[in-house]
């Protein structure tokens, strides 16, 4: 008897993940929101700066940055809705409106937590893809050798995403 009490503690510990779901989901929003706000913030700026004919200095590196930075945050707020939903299908149950219709997307489907792991990976990569071309933007080259530093590190990043692309695929 003690046993079975016990176990079924055991079993239903388990829905405190739900505490990382929904916080998880709530950063997700959070994120949606201030990444929209960015892209708000640049349509705004380069608006005033068309309409009163001025041009500053570095004002297209400086619109692309933003932008780059806002699809930063979306990639991030992705990586928490794929966690949330992926701990939800793992740990509580899987959701039935995604089953439902057939016409649903498959990238939130969940089976196993290595496939969460992969999935987060991979866009957490991208993330880091993302911010490194964010902060390249804003560089300057002085030498041949920092030149090359920055087409070895391109190439390094274009290899490393070719051979994630061939993960989990047979």
């Known amino acids: 008897m003690f046993e079975k009490i016990f176990e079924g503690m055991i079993w239903r510990?388990?829905?405190?993940?739900?505490?990382?779901?929904?916080?998880?989901?709530?950063?997700?929003?959070?994120?949606?929101t201030v990444a929209s706000m960015?892209?708000?913030?640049?349509?705004?700026?380069?608006?005033?700066?068309?309409?009163?004919?001025?041009?500053?200095?570095?004002?297209?590196?400086?619109i692309v940055a933003g932008i780059i930075g806002a699809v930063d945050l979306y990639l991030i707020a992705v990586v928490m809705f794929i966690f949330s939903f992926g701990l939800y299908e793992l740990f509580i149950s899987d959701i039935d409106e995604a089953m439902g219709d057939g016409n649903s997307?498959?990238?939130?489907?969940?089976?196993?937590?290595?496939?969460?792991?992969?999935?987060?990976?991979k866009v957490i990569v991208?993330?880091?893809?993302?911010?490194f071309f964010q902060k390249v933007l804003h560089m300057e080259y002085s030498s041949a050798l920092e030149m090359l530093y920055f087409a070895l590190s391109i190439a390094a990043l274009s290899i490393g995403l070719y051979f994630l692309s061939k993960v989990g695929k047979k």
Request: charged share 15%; glycine share 6%; hydrophobic share 55%.
């Open 13 to 32: 510990s388990r829905f405190i993940v739900i505490l990382a779901v929904i916080f998880g989901l709530l950063g997700a929003f959070v994120l949606f």
């Open 38 to 62: 960015d892209i708000w913030g640049v349509a705004v700026y380069t608006f005033n700066t068309i309409i009163t004919g001025a041009h500053p200095d570095k004002f297209h590196e400086d």
């Open 105 to 121: 997307s498959k990238i939130l489907a969940i089976t196993s937590l290595d496939q969460l792991k992969d999935k987060i990976a």
């Open 126 to 131: 991208m993330v880091l893809v993302v911010s």
